[in-house]
């Protein structure tokens, strides 16, 4: 019997669930991006393009996002482009050097004092 078949005899009832571990998921930088990126994003794009960054982390529990922030903040000179603490997603802009130690800053609070699973940071 094939989904199709299950479907038209009887409702087939999907169950979806988060289980929010102590992690980082991602942890990204992207060095140089194009300006049209950070139009998209809606981001300001009154940057210098050559020497400027983004930063993109997924963390859960998705709170500490906020906790994420404020380290990036403290760590170096960049900007809290995006934080959400329901997905547990942080964008952070700024120039190349900056937003690679504020990710290298979190990533190692994280896993040294937060005892979260991190995940390896990568650039493009």
């Known amino acids: 019997m094939d989904i199709t078949e299950l479907s038209n005899k009887e409702k087939l009832r ?19 991006p194009d300006p049209i990126l950070y139009t998209k994003l809606g981001l300001n794009p009154e940057i210098d393009f050559g020497r400027s960054a983004i930063g993109i982390l997924t963390v859960s529990p998705a709170e500490t996002a906020i906790i994420a922030a404020d380290l ?10 995006f934080v959400d603490r329901f ?19 979190i990533a190692e609070y994280a896993k ?9 940071i990568t650039k493009t």
Request: net charge negative; with cysteine.
């Open 14 to 32: 999907i169950v979806q669930e988060l289980v929010p571990g102590k992690q980082i998921t991602l942890a990204h930088v992207i060095a140089s």
């Open 72 to 81: 990036a903040t403290k760590t170096a000179n960049v900007d809290l482009s």
């Open 87 to 105: 997905s547990g997603t942080l964008i952070i802009t700024g120039m190349v050097a900056d937003v690679e130690t504020s990710i290298r800053s």
């Open 112 to 120: 040294n004092t937060l005892n979260f699973t991190v995940c390896e």
